[in-house]
């Protein structure tokens, strides 16, 4: 018995021993990368419903902004961002030249004055009246001192004007950011404002230096003033605001958002330094290439993990300068760490995009990229193309069945014969994504949350780095009260570059970063994280979907066009959710609730306070 026992044990063990190395044969032989495919998670294709009633209800309850403009270069960009805005809130926006204006406000939601020369305005009394019998005016930039603002002073909120005075800071009282009070913002901000005192019981929203209100509420009637003392709502930056604003116009207000938490990691897998840096050695001693696979990368599984957050890593073929002669370019880029680190980024769920042939951007014009930023611009279309046809090679002999989705341009930047190139070169791509705010640098290529006529949805990002710094703080929430998007990038390499680590190592890179991804989680648990091409779904969902409100006594009920049965919105509401039919709710800050509609016909009834 004994003998037969260690022969069976012997079999067994063997036969365990050839199963696995012939597993490992396998893995050695890319078998486990010819079987990944992404085909569920990059099918947009859903089957569409559409309410009976929405034509009729659109037709009746039409929610409708005027927005009265002068010619100033100041008005034109406010007049911009509300359009935006409101246009992406699935609702109707009137733009009209305020010198054209003959005082008909039938019909409108709020009414909104983009001009500070009110002098010679003749409609304020008539504008008054309507906010006392519930309507609501918006004043979106600071008017300048007149004899018309002072007459009506007191139904603005104010109770003595002084004078025009400069302000550079802005501080949060409320929650006209979805969970953002207490924010700042110090840096890069100016304001030509009115010097007020207020009324006692105006509710202000924003503050500047000294307690100077920057935004204020005005009850007056049954309806609100709502006053910007400044400029700030004609930067692209402060759109949150100018969202904040808009659901504060009556006592409830809803608009579809897109709920994404997308990370991206641009430079990822890309081949790894060799060499050691001062900034890593001193601290780990191992080399670059060991610390980003078995220190760095470990690091950023974990926040996710610990953060409800999902990575799509932006892949390098090569960094060299080639931009002619692609086809004779020999250069060592298979690499194993593109093999290795693309594994392992698909092995926690992660989702694979790319970041170039190489980090040249694409585009054929010197100028714009050679002098102030170094980089070597393409030859020509063809030779941007051949690229693009040889990285998609590269990928397809790793992940033969793999659908490569996203794409990061190199710097931000990339031009429309880039796109082309792009799309052509590789035809599975359908979405860009770049910078929301490029700020200065006139060089990036700036993106609303759209689709383009070329079929490529645009997914911006609103902030970046590892450091948690004041200004990308202020666009996390700006982005998630627009449209419930977190969208943050990182580079692995930023830690090695004495410019964007600003002398910090990993350790205190890492400990600012987990601040981002803590703060992130906890005020905002509810966001869904996705991959870019999950982000994708949610985008174009969000884009089809239209939906139209009526508000009764108690009682939003909701109606949608095209609609996936899965959509999300924002609402602010001065009463309680009591219950919802064909929807569901979670509050996430005072007075402000996510819903979560599941069908074409929803509603949502409240009470009390």
Known sequence: MIIVFRKRFIITFTSIILVLGFLISLMKNNYIFDKIQNTKTTNLDKKVYTSKEYESVSKKYTEKFLLLSDKSEESKKVEGNFNEIIKSMDKSIV???????????????????????????????????????????????????????????????????????????????????????????????????????????????????????????????????????????????????????????????????????????????????????????????????????????PDIVRMCENYNAVPTGFLIYNYEDVTNNIEKFNGDVYSKNLVTLGRNL???????????????????????????????????????LKAQRALNKFIHEIYPNYIIRGYVPPSNIITEEGIKALKKGIPSINVIASLYVAGNDELAYEQEFSKGKDGIYNFPRYSSGYDFEEFEKWMIYNGITINGVFSHFIHPDDILDPERNHGMSWEELKKDFEKIMA???????????????????????????????SYEKNNIKGYSKDTSKNDYYILRSDKEIIKTKGCSYKKIDEDIYLIHSTNTDFSITTGGK
């Open 95 to 297: 733009n009209e030249n305020i010198k054209n204006f003959n005082g008909d406000i039938k019909g409108y939601k709020a009414v909104i004055i983009n001009s500070e020369r009110l002098q010679e305005f003749s409609y304020l009394d008539e504008l008054i009246n309507y906010v006392k019998s519930g309507g609501n005016l918006i004043f979106a930039q600071r008017p300048l001192i007149s004899d018309n603002i002072k007459k009506y002073s007191s139904e603005l909120g104010i109770e003595s004007i002084n004078e025009l005075i400069e302000l550079e800071n802005m501080y949060v009282k409320s929650n006209i950011l979805i969970k953002g009070k207490g924010l700042k913002r110090t840096e890069d901000t100016e304001n030509s404002s009115l010097d007020v005192k207020l009324k006692k019981g105006v509710k202000v929203h924003i503050s500047a230096d000294n307690n100077i209100p920057l935004l204020w509420e005005e009850e007056l009637g049954s309806g609100k003033v709502i006053f910007s003392n400044g400029q700030f709502l004609s930067e692209k930056s402060n759109r949150g605001i100018l969202t904040g604003i808009l659901y504060r116009t009556g006592d409830e207000f809803i608009y579809p958002i897109i709920n994404s938490k997308v990370l991206d990691i641009d430079d990822f897998p890309a081949p790894m330094p060799n060499g050691n840096s001062d900034i890593i050695y001193k601290y780990y001693h191992v080399n670059d290439e060991k610390f980003f696979v078995n220190i760095w990368w």
């Open 346 to 384: 698909l092995k926690v769920g992660g989702e694979i995009g790319i970041h170039g042939f190489n980090h040249q951007p694409l585009t054929t014009n010197k100028y714009l990229v050679g002098k102030e930023l170094g980089y070597k611009p393409w030859k020509s279309y063809d030779e941007m």
């Open 519 to 549: 703060i992130v989680y906890k005020d905002f648990r509810w966001l869904e994280a996705d991959t870019i091409s999950q982000g994708v779904k949610s985008l174009d969902t969000y884009l089809k979907t239209k939906s139209v409100f």
